[in-house]
């Protein structure tokens, strides 16, 4: 796959890559695209956007002020991160240029838009060794975008009054958009550049995540679709419901190109696709723009189950068992690959019919990130054992799910006090015993 793919960052910058990189790299089209200031950053993302599959750009905050300014979250957005080794580098060759070198008066340009920063010498930095790709991601969390677009003006203004005030000698640069300001400035400064195995390991990762995304949008996926109005002695047995609900679903495919394969069965359709056009269909699984089109259409009640697998016999599976959930809650759900739940879809309908047993779910959905399905599900577990404690292992046999699954459900519930570990239940097996959860739903 050739993929197209964006590099973002200043001239100078670019002209570094691009002496790394051929232009055609592993399967990936590179293109680049200059800016000066942050401020530009924003209006350059809309109008290149439709036309890479992915973006590169150098450096953390650059990368978060796209994020945060975008309305677009499909695309995805990499960043060459920093090393220590190359801050380690730079700091030799200056001892070794000059053995009188002061590291305490050589300055990071980060250091002069990051309130309270601790690392403001390169001597502290030496001090401490704490990797600034961790320190970055815990300050990044906490800017504004107006923060970040103004950070390369803010560096400018903090060391031209810093190095007035006779504060330090050098300034060694990450912020490609900084560095030129402060030479324009008079400022002393050095750029650190990249290593170059940092560059190609890059974009060999960025190849490697379009290959992962590339092979999911094209794993198999399947639409598990019955009615309760649909009553065949056999799936052969054509009724005037049957052909309704066929015509509807062929008017569904062309008016928004699925490329739908249907096969009919006792109460409904199997449908085959892949998981990109699910994805799309409902809006990312959030919607059932089906359900709605049918309902509108043909007027009848339908149970609609997606269902996703690594391989056509999975995804059917997953399909009609989401297919069963639709029966009982009468919305639509989703089982993805790894046999993890999303929905209700349409979850917004239900907060607005106000019924008292949806808002605690949708509470507990909030508090907990789990899926109103999921919490569904295992409600319904208790309800079928006849208790409110239960281990990990039942509950994952109960739900057919995998144990590292259940443990995730269990934890996020006890995190978020909607459980709690009463005691320990032995295996009649070799292994550690099981903790006994008491759930509150």
Known sequence: MNYRLALISTEEHCSYIKSILNRQTADCNINYIYYHSFRELPDLYRQIEPNYDAFCI??????????????????????????????YRELLTLINENRDTDLSRVMFDYSFCIPNMYFKSANRYLEKEIQHEKMHASILKNMTLDELLDTDETILTNAAAAWKQGQFDLV?????????????????????????????????RIVDSLDREQLNNNLPGIIYLSSPDINSSSADEITPESVNLQKCLLDFNREHTTGFLLKKTLQGFEIYTTQQVLERITEHFTVCQLRRYIESSFGINVHIGYGIGVNIMLARSHAIDACSMSAKSGRSHVITKDGSYIGPLDAQDIQEEGDPVSQRVLQIAKATGLSISTLQRISSALELIGSREITTQELAGTLQVTVANTNRFLNALQQSGFAQVIGEKKSLMK???????????
């Not at 958009?177 to 008079?186: D, N």
């Not at 292994?431 to 739903?441: A, D, F, M, T, V």
Request: with cysteine; hydrophobic share 35%.
């Open 58 to 87: 150098t450096g953390a905050f650059a990368r978060e002020a796209i994020i945060k300014s975008r309305t677009n979250q499909q695309k995805q957005v990499f960043t060459i991160s920093e090393k220590s080794t190359e801050i």
């Open 172 to 204: 060694l640069c990450r912020f490609s958009t900084a560095y030129p300001k402060l030479k324009e400035a008079g400022i002393p400064c050095k750029f650190i550049y990249p290593a170059r195995d940092n560059v190609t390991d890059t974009i060999i």
């Open 431 to 441: 292994g550690r015993p099981s903790r006994i959860y008491r759930l509150e739903l």
